[in-house]
């Protein structure tokens, strides 16, 4: 069975400071990993994804295999990147397999 | 532009009665997926689809039932809404070409209580 596991429901950080949001998952074959951000009152929308290894708004994630991690980092959190935050993951021919979502405030 | 649109955007209903879910998209995407969202669970998948007469159950699929007439619709009914019913359901859709599956395009969510 696939799982995704964020450990902190509630993260919270000063303006100007990194941030860093766990993400672990269990999957027995090569998956594909995802982190999507709701901000308030709006739709999920796609903010990385593993395969393109890009950067969106700053925010970086790389995958580690062995550690079987996603985290999503950013150096300078600002105010506009509080939001809520799910790493997804897509291993079979199914749907997406959410964490529980971690809540990003960006204290001024 | 293209889009993913859901109606209503909020219901109430009573336990028992049967209540439907829109869910359109003007991409022309062949995959198309319905999830709940509760707090403390994130979301979670109810069906989904991966074309026209094609449907799939999903890790929390009962009391729920989707029909694919179409490529742009994908419909969810409760067929008797009970009160662990109550969330914010989100619909979205993905293209799939050969071997490659697109990101996931979320819809703006329907807000259900049953009461």
């Known amino acids: 069975a696939q799982r995704v596991t964020q450990p902190e429901k509630l993260l919270s950080v000063f303006k100007g400071a990194p941030v860093e949001l766990k993400c672990n998952y269990s999957y027995s074959g090569s998956p594909e990993l995802f982190w999507y951000v709701q901000y308030s009152r709006q739709r999920l929308q796609l903010l990385l994804r593993?395969?393109s290894r890009e950067s969106i708004k700053g925010f970086t994630a790389d995958l580690n295999k062995g550690e079987t991690s996603f985290h999503l980092k950013k150096p300078f959190a600002q105010e506009e990147d509080s939001a809520m935050y799910y790493c997804?993951?897509?291993?079979?021919?199914?749907?997406?397999?959410f964490g529980k979502g971690t809540h990003l405030i960006i204290q001024p | 532009d293209a889009e993913i649109t859901q109606s209503p955007r909020h219901k109430i209903t009573e336990t028992g009665r049967q209540v439907t879910l829109a869910c359109h998209q003007t991409?022309?995407?062949?995959?198309m997926f319905w999830y709940r969202q509760d707090l403390g669970h994130g979301l979670r998948l109810i069906h989904y689809?991966?074309?026209?007469?094609?449907?799939n159950k999903g890790e929390v699929s009962d009391g729920y039932s989707v029909s694919r007439s179409n490529t742009e619709d994908l419909p969810l009914t409760l067929e008797s809404a009970a009160s662990s019913q109550t969330s914010v359901y989100f619909c979205?859709?993905?293209?799939?070409?050969?071997?490659?599956?697109?990101?996931?395009?979320f819809g703006p969510g329907t807000r259900l209580t049953v009461t």
């Open positions: 979205a859709s993905e293209q799939f070409s050969g071997s490659r599956r697109d990101e996931q395009y």
């Open positions: 593993h395969i």
């Open positions: 997804a993951l897509r291993g079979g021919a199914d749907g997406l397999t």
């Open positions: 991409w022309n995407h062949n995959n």
């Open positions: 689809s991966y074309g026209v007469q094609d449907t």
